[in-house]
């Protein structure tokens, strides 16, 4: 095996994969013509080179096969972080500045673009209607990712219950959707310890490529009941009032992306920033007012990081990490690139899936120029359209999927930390980069590559084989084995009185389970789900407004008794 050990025994990927991506390289491209001699012309020392391999001219290249071969060479190392690359601490500094500097600077919607805002919120105001409080109470519910002060490890639903934070309007609303729902009272009733009051939305940074992180917002657990609830309440009405089915949206984008690359009729258009992009005074130009009451509770003033709290004022709407984030978005971005082509007289294909839009490619500079005098800003880099750069012509990429000339184009790009690791994640991260590697490529095409890494994998431990719905950590895809033929032992699925049974990795350590009360409401909750989707659009009375919810903050009235909460201040709270 040629991959080494330091002097503790544990394996050192960044050598591994280097030498990985010298294999894929050479069974791609160095000995195919007319790309091989146009790598000689290029130069055999570029194959060290992690970020520029490929001579930029390969956007012109007219096949597609060919274009998939360069296109995975150009971007294999793209999200990978190497030892000597910019310090994560370095990124993250400059990640916060941009953000504060982001979240200080005013926005100003052009004049000219006020006429259109009325559209965009009549149009919205259609497919939203009224919010009706008692409707949205049905869609709340906890979530199961991080909150603030709550790691992803500990994020379960009777761990939320017991230690509540949030802003005292939230949990005012926290208290109406309680007296609404018997199996949550009767779950957080003696589950509850304390309420911590927070004013401010905990933020923090997560890897986005070798160059950069993105931020993401932890909301309180409190505001992360509510979140949830808005962005399920949001996404029911969306589908209902028009033809994005977020279920299904994402794949759908791929098909059109492929037909635009071929037919060149459709644009797809990315966003830049496109959640933090959102302010308040998008909300007053685009929502209902009474929506808008709802979201200045569930969305904090301001925001904070780390230990120290340093933070500052957030004017943005939403945040990525948030529940109504990404309907809302959705929504708003549809009704936006439908009042452009309804300005336009085009008829076509409209559709957006978060910040991914598709629509007509004529009406791609108009939107461009409308998003532009709202403040937001447009990733020239990933948007792609006819009139474009004449290289990128047949160019599509939406949701995850990139296709050239109606080819599926996507390349492999995997995502790991170039770190000592221990003997059972190098062996997982073999797996991944397998499995993720046969999912874009033919084993045939990739023969050195595959062989590389059976022969790495061979050197800790013995292969083992499962079936293709294994976690792709846990094992390598059983499907392989029709093209390979591995010359050392192999542990493969053997089936015995009818049950199949094989060897895989297991790394996942969230295994914890709890019979209590808070676990029973949320199985309750899911299980009758299906008869909230019915739900929608309820008469004027059939449920209270907002203004009228009458709760009782840090008590409340339980069969004619009040019970109250001992609160706890953080350091800050006002």
Not at 195 to 222: M, Y
Request: aromatic fraction near 10%; charged fraction near 25%; glycine fraction near 8%.
């Amino acid at each position: 095996m040629v991959s080494h050990k330091n002097h503790r025994g544990r394996k050192k990927t960044d050598h591994d994969l280097e030498k990985l991506y010298n294999e894929i390289f050479k069974s791609l491209v160095f000995d195919i013509t007319p790309e091989g001699s146009r790598l000689r012309e290029f130069g055999l020392s570029k194959i060290c080179d992690r970020r520029t391999v490929c001579p930029t001219g390969y956007h012109g290249i007219g096949d597609p096969a060919a274009f998939k071969r360069w296109y995975q060479i150009d971007t294999f190392h793209k999200r990978l972080i190497f030892g000597d690359d910019i310090p994560e601490e370095k990124l993250t500094e400059e990640c916060l500045k941009d953000f504060s500097e982001f979240q200080s600077k005013s926005l100003f919607i052009q004049p000219s673009a006020r006429p259109f805002c009325k559209k965009v919120k009549a149009l919205v105001g259609e497919i939203l209607g009224e919010f009706d409080l008692h409707e949205f109470s049905l869609w709340c519910g906890f979530g199961k990712k991080a909150a603030r002060n709550l790691p992803r490890a500990k994020s379960y639903i009777d761990v939320r219950v017991e230690h509540l934070n949030g802003t005292e309007d939230q949990l005012a609303l926290f208290n109406y959707v309680r007296s609404e729902d018997i199996h949550l009272l009767r779950a957080t009733r003696k589950g509850i310890k304390t309420f911590e009051r927070v004013n401010t939305v905990q933020i923090e940074t997560v890897p986005k490529s070798h160059k950069a992180v993105r931020v993401i917002g932890l909301d309180s657990t409190v505001g992360g009941f509510l979140s949830k609830g808005l962005g399920n309440y949001i996404r029911h009405r969306v589908e209902a009032g028009t033809p994005i089915n977020l279920a299904i949206q994402q794949d759908r984008h791929k098909q059109w992306a492929a037909k635009g690359s071929a037919d060149g009729q459709s644009a797809t258009i990315d966003m830049s920033k496109a959640s933090d992009s959102f302010t308040m005074q998008h909300l007053v130009e685009f929502l209902p007012e009474s929506w808008q009451e709802v979201l200045r509770i569930v969305r904090m003033d301001a925001w904070s990081h780390g230990a120290t709290q340093t933070g500052g004022t957030l004017s943005s709407l939403m945040l990525m990490g948030s529940g109504h984030t990404f309907p809302l978005q959705t929504l708003l971005f549809w009704a936006l690139a439908k009042v452009t082509c309804n300005e336009l007289s085009l008829r076509g294909l409209v559709s957006v899936y978060g910040d991914d839009i598709i629509l007509p490619n004529r009406a791609a500079e108009p939107f461009m120029a409308f998003a532009r005098s709202l403040g937001f800003t447009v990733n020239s880099d990933k948007s792609f359209w006819s009139s474009c750069h004449c290289h990128v012509v047949k160019f599509r990429e939406s949701c995850g999927g990139d296709y050239y000339r109606g080819f599926d184009v996507r390349p492999y790009q995997p995502e790991c930390q170039m770190k000592k690791v221990p003997k059972t994640q190098y062996i997982a991260e073999c797996h991944k980069l397998l499995n993720g590697l046969q999912e874009r490529w033919h084993p045939t095409e990739i023969p050195r590559t595959v062989d590389y890494i059976l022969e790495c994998l061979n050197g800790v431990c013995t292969v083992s084989f499962g079936p293709n719905t294994e976690p792709e950590t846990a094992c390598v895809r059983i499907s392989l084995l029709d093209w390979v033929s591995p010359t050392f032992p192999i542990n493969v699925p053997r089936v015995k009185d009818g049950i199949t049974t094989f060897k895989a990795l297991r790394i996942d350590g969230r295994r914890r389970r709890n019979n209590g009360r808070a676990p029973y409401w949320d199985w309750l909750r899911r299980s009758n789900g299906m008869r909230f989707k019915g739900y929608h659009r309820p008469g004027k009375d059939s449920g209270p407004a907002l203004s009228r919810v009458g709760s009782v903050f840090g008590s409340e009235m339980v069969r004619g008794r009040k019970i109250r909460y001992k609160w706890v201040d953080t350091p800050g709270a006002k």
